[in-house]
């Protein structure tokens, strides 16, 4: 039989124990990977300062 190791105690094998399947922000909740404890957002914004539409109006400094 193969005993893995405890993903949060290395000194540990795994029983099974499901504490690794624990919400870290709420220890009443499994994990369903929901990225709020990892400050996931849904969207990236980039800041657009001028759109050229002629590349010879675009000077490099």
Same mark, same amino acid.
């Given at each position: 039989m193969?005993?893995?190791? #405890?993903? $949060? &105690?290395? /000194? +540990?094998? %795994? !029983? =099974? @124990?499901?504490? *690794?399947?624990? #919400?870290? $922000? &709420?220890? /009443? +909740?499994? %994990? !369903? =990977? @929901?990225?709020? *404890?990892?400050?996931?957002?849904?969207?990236?914004?980039?800041?657009? !300062?001028?759109v050229?539409?002629?590349p010879?109006?675009?000077?490099?400094?």
């Amino acid at each position: 039989m193969n005993r893995t190791v #405890c993903i $949060l &105690d290395e /000194n +540990k094998e %795994c !029983d =099974n @124990c499901m504490e *690794c399947e624990i #919400c870290d $922000l &709420d220890p /009443n +909740k499994i %994990c !369903d =990977n @929901c990225g709020k *404890c990892l400050d996931i957002r849904d969207y990236a914004a980039i800041r657009i !300062d001028r759109v050229y539409t002629d590349p010879s109006e675009y000077h490099e400094k």
